[in-house]
């Protein structure tokens, strides 16, 4: 069982930026991937960027260029930097574990809200 917390979330201006953090309860320097994903109210949650245990990246074309997923593995946390913030950006965000291909592991979620 991988336990995940979330911190970062908060209400942030247009234009402006916020780093997500994600700290899990053990290793995860061989994990398959950690991610973060995004439900926004009425819609489906849905990836927003992914570290491999290959070093890759993935992101959603929506935020690429704006957003950027790093992992420290000696403090088995991933970030989520977040710039250029649109109120679009609007939505829960949560931290996925993903060990291997049959295990998946949620954080409870981080509310960020992007408004004037």
């Known amino acids: 069982q991988v336990q995940l917390v979330e911190s970062g979330g908060g209400l942030v201006q247009p234009g402006g930026s916020l780093r997500l953090s994600c700290a899990a309860s053990?290793?995860?320097?061989?994990?398959?991937?950690m991610g973060w994903y995004r439900q926004a109210p009425g819609k489906q949650r849905e990836l927003v960027a992914r570290?491999?245990?290959?070093?890759?990246?993935n992101y959603a074309d929506s935020v690429l260029g704006r957003f950027f997923i790093s992992r420290d593995n000696a403090k088995n946390t991933v970030y989520l930097q977040m710039n250029s913030l649109k109120p679009e950006d609007t939505a829960v965000y949560y931290c996925?574990?993903?060990?291997?291909?049959?295990?998946?592991?949620w954080g409870q979620g981080t509310q960020v809200t992007v408004s004037s």
């Open positions: 053990g290793s995860i320097s061989s994990f398959n991937a």
């Open positions: 996925n574990a993903n060990p291997d291909l049959t295990h998946d592991y």
């Open positions: 570290s491999l245990r290959s070093g890759g990246r």
